[in-house]
């Protein structure tokens, strides 16, 4: 699919039919598909149209082909633009892929049964499994396993140490977490991790694509640049200045409050970027604790802006 090259610092944006257009997709089906699985981050134009970069338009053609190739949109919604190529890149026939099953490190008891009644014709092997990801420490598991799946059916935060600590465990050379409910900032944080995460599957046969495509995404180019995992700040100092000053007319001290708060996680947030930059020994947890203060931030952040609204404070032109 030939695109359009994007310019910097201008960005390209397309409205939905032509992305769709662009895509390969009848725009009826990229509205279904948003309104059902919420495809994209689209931005708004002033008059409520959805508008996608270049690479939201890249992401929806590999959809597109993926979908073509038989696989359940409903799957393929929550993966990222690397996983989805990945996929591409295991159905097309990788000659080390396709020679023999996947070896797997199984967790979970539901997932198990199911692996267990359909075992011919999904091409893995199950080496090790069990029920829960504080036991995969537990398992004697062979030699030669390749991909740690996990089935998490409601996913938070806490599931973040935990798996890395089975991964490291299992010996594996990569990860499948599957869930059915889970906050978009944990995926994100998962998929910043190098997991492929994905809605557990209805057709079980998606199964061996999601581990062929976990282990494809381990020999992606180094270049490929992970999607972000916080927003950009909305406010610059000097924006958190003139509303804190607006609000020394108001009877409360709220707005002061809050500015202060974003000053001091904004400043966190870029600390813990450097530390993870400075040292790479810890850079693990400095990158998760840029993660955590980059949310603290997205969250004070509507609180402040919703807080301006209904008291008519002044807010920067790019929030409003």
């Known amino acids: 699919m030939n695109l359009p090259q994007?310019?910097?610092p201008e960005r390209i944006m397309y409205r939905s039919g032509a992305a769709a257009r662009l895509a390969g997709l009848p725009v009826e089906t990229l509205r279904i598909w948003e309104r059902r699985y919420s495809l994209s981050d689209a931005e708004r134009s002033e008059h409520g149209q959805r508008l996608y970069s270049a690479e939201q338009v890249a992401r929806l053609g590999l959809l597109k082909q993926l979908v073509d190739q038989g696989h359940a949109i409903g799957v393929l919604a929550g993966l990222g633009r690397e996983q989805l190529q990945a996929m591409?890149?295991?159905?097309?026939?990788?000659?080390?892929?396709?020679?023999g099953p996947v070896r797997i490190v199984l967790v979970g008891a539901s997932l198990a049964r199911r692996v267990a009644a359909e075992r011919q014709g999904l091409g893995l092997e199950v080496r090790a499994s069990c029920a829960r990801l504080e036991q995969v420490a537990d398992l004697a598991v062979p030699s030669g396993a390749q991909v740690l799946v996990v089935e998490l059916s409601e996913l938070d935060d806490s599931v973040l140490p935990r798996l890395a600590a089975a991964r490291e465990a299992a010996g594996v050379a990569a990860t499948v977490v599957l869930y059915r409910f889970c906050p978009s900032a944990t995926i994100r944080a998962l998929r910043s991790l190098g997991c492929l995460v994905a809605r557990v599957p209805a057709d079980l046969a998606e199964l061996g694509l999601l581990c062929r495509s976990a282990l494809a995404g381990q020999r992606l180019s180094l270049q490929a640049v992970p999607a972000p995992a916080v927003a950009p700040p909305r406010f610059d100092e000097e924006a958190l200045a003139t509303i804190a000053a607006a609000g020394n007319s108001l009877s409360c001290e709220c707005p002061r409050h809050l500015t202060d708060l974003l000053l001091m996680v904004g400043s966190?947030?870029?600390?813990?970027?450097?530390?993870?930059?400075?040292?790479?020994?810890?850079a693990r947890i400095h990158?998760?604790?840029?993660?955590?203060?980059?949310?603290?931030?997205m969250v004070l952040e509507e609180a402040l802006t919703a807080l301006a609204v209904a008291d008519g404070l002044p807010l920067p032109r790019s929030v409003t």
């Not at 591409?88 to 020679?99: E, I, N």
């Not at 990158?287 to 931030?297: F, P």
């Open 287 to 297: 990158s998760q604790l840029e993660l955590a203060a980059g949310r603290a931030r």
């Open 268 to 282: 966190f947030e870029r600390y813990s970027a450097q530390c993870a930059n400075r040292n790479p020994e810890d």
């Open 6 to 8: 994007r310019t910097e």
């Open 88 to 99: 591409l890149a295991a159905s097309a026939g990788d000659a080390r892929l396709s020679t």
